[in-house]
């Protein structure tokens, strides 16, 4: 199956520094990726949509600012959390769809490991 | 009300336990739907579509039914490695490839 591939696993930060997160689709081009946010014992929240070429779109409530999201490749999206601070700990996960599903929505979506970040 | 609404947890059942989830989607017009499996701090893997005329999938059982906006998945026979998160995901008919997810449900299968 396609896989997605996300790096860091881990990261642990002190407070006021900015972490990247990479997720790269290894063997489909995604022209559309997603960014998900878990804090424990919840579900997966969508926090903004990647498009390549374009601006992200980003989910009610989501600061763009704080959460800069680049997809500069149809197999790479980056989300970069600035400033981080300890209430930003959480699993960040992405997701992508294969370009070739087509725009009807249907395809799988592949996900990525999950980042776990720690801000102290 | 939630665009995705799953039961709420924790079911705990006994090995060779038959369980079932439901699922409810407010948007009359979501398009393609699906269940979900998440381990515990691992991401999220397709467990199987949900197809307009139901659909097995050895031991796993999904059912849609438009009218009412419901979606459900049966484990029969349930093994100890089906304890897990499951969650039940819509993608809704609004252009783009925006998915809801809902809450999940957790599956505690016991010796």
């Known amino acids: 199956g396609a896989v997605v591939s996300q790096h860091p696993s881990w990261v642990i930060c002190k407070s006021g520094t900015s972490v990247k997160i990479e997720c790269r689709s290894l063997d489909f081009q995604a022209t559309t990726m997603f960014w998900y946010r878990q804090f424990p014992k919840q579900s997966l929240m969508l926090m903004a949509t990647?498009?390549?070429?374009?601006?992200?779109?980003?989910e009610q409530g989501v600061e763009k600012d704080k959460f800069l999201i680049n997809h500069a490749s149809l197999t790479l999206s980056t989300l970069t959390v600035t400033s981080a601070h300890p209430e930003d700990s959480s699993f960040y996960i992405c997701?992508?769809?294969?370009?070739?599903?087509?725009?009807?929505?249907?395809?799988?979506?592949?996900f990525g490991e999950g980042s776990r970040l720690t801000v102290l | 009300r939630k665009e995705v609404e799953q039961d709420p947890g924790p079911f705990n059942v006994p090995e060779g336990a038959t369980v079932a989830f439901n699922c409810t989607y407010s948007n009359s017009a979501s398009q393609s739907f699906f269940w979900y499996r998440q381990d515990c701090r691992k991401e999220p893997k397709l467990l199987m579509s949900?197809?307009?005329s139901g659909n097995e999938d050895g031991r796993f059982t999904a059912q849609l039914n438009r009218a009412s906006q419901y979606i459900s998945l049966l484990i029969r026979d349930s093994k100890l490695s089906d304890s897990a998160t499951y969650l039940c995901v819509v993608t809704p008919n609004t252009g783009g490839f925006k998915t809801i997810f809902g809450a999940g449900t957790r599956l505690f299968v016991k010796a």
């Open positions: 990647s498009n390549e070429g374009s601006k992200a779109t980003y």
């Open positions: 949900v197809y307009s």
């Open positions: 997701s992508a769809r294969d370009r070739t599903a087509g725009r009807t929505n249907t395809g799988e979506l592949f």
